[in-house]
């Protein structure tokens, strides 16, 4: 169970690499993410959404316990979720992608509010995963509004 939980909780093992695990659990996501996305659309996306985050609250709750470590740097389960979030509003180029990407990284950085106060209640699974899914909802309303805009500017 425990090998289980860690192969989710690091998703599929690349919060292993080295440097910037989240920014490789964000760009790990983006190929079962696009291909949702671009198989089965937005609402798919979002539905494998909430199931990754369902699982990686487990995940995180059993590593948490197992390491007695708060939100364990390997762990980029969130991450995955959060970027997964960020997609449902990105088009179908690989330029939306890009920009739901790099604004999901972003904010899943910076943490505005509320995801600071999320990540600092150190409820076992669920702050470790739901900070970055807010950062998520965050980048999914930016890349929807930066597309909104460009398509306005450019006729698109």
């Not at 292993?16 to 696009?34: E, K, N, S, V």
């Not at 690989?94 to 920009?99: E, G, I, N, Y």
């Not at 470790?128 to 930066?146: E, F, I, K, P, R």
Request: proline content about 5%; charged content about 15%.
């Amino acid at each position: 169970m425990i090998a289980l939980a860690r192969f989710v909780a690091t998703f599929a093992y690349t919060g292993y690499l080295p440097r910037a695990p989240g920014t490789w659990g964000a760009a790990a996501a983006l190929i079962p993410g696009t291909a949702i996305l671009f198989g089965w659309g937005p609402w798919a996306l979002l539905a494998a959404t909430v199931a990754l985050t369902l699982v990686g609250v487990w995940a995180f709750a059993v590593v948490e316990r197992v390491t007695g470590r708060h939100d364990p740097r390997e762990g980029v389960v969130d991450e995955a979720a959060g970027q997964w979030l960020a997609l449902t509003t990105a088009g179908d180029t690989a330029p939306d992608v890009v920009l739901a990407f790099v604004l999901f990284r972003i904010f899943d950085i910076v943490k505005p509010w509320p995801c600071n106060r999320i990540d600092a209640s150190g409820v076992r699974g669920w702050s470790g995963m739901l900070d970055d899914v807010a950062a998520g909802a965050y980048a999914c309303a930016a890349t929807l509004a930066l597309r909104g805009f460009t398509d306005a500017w450019w006729g698109g």
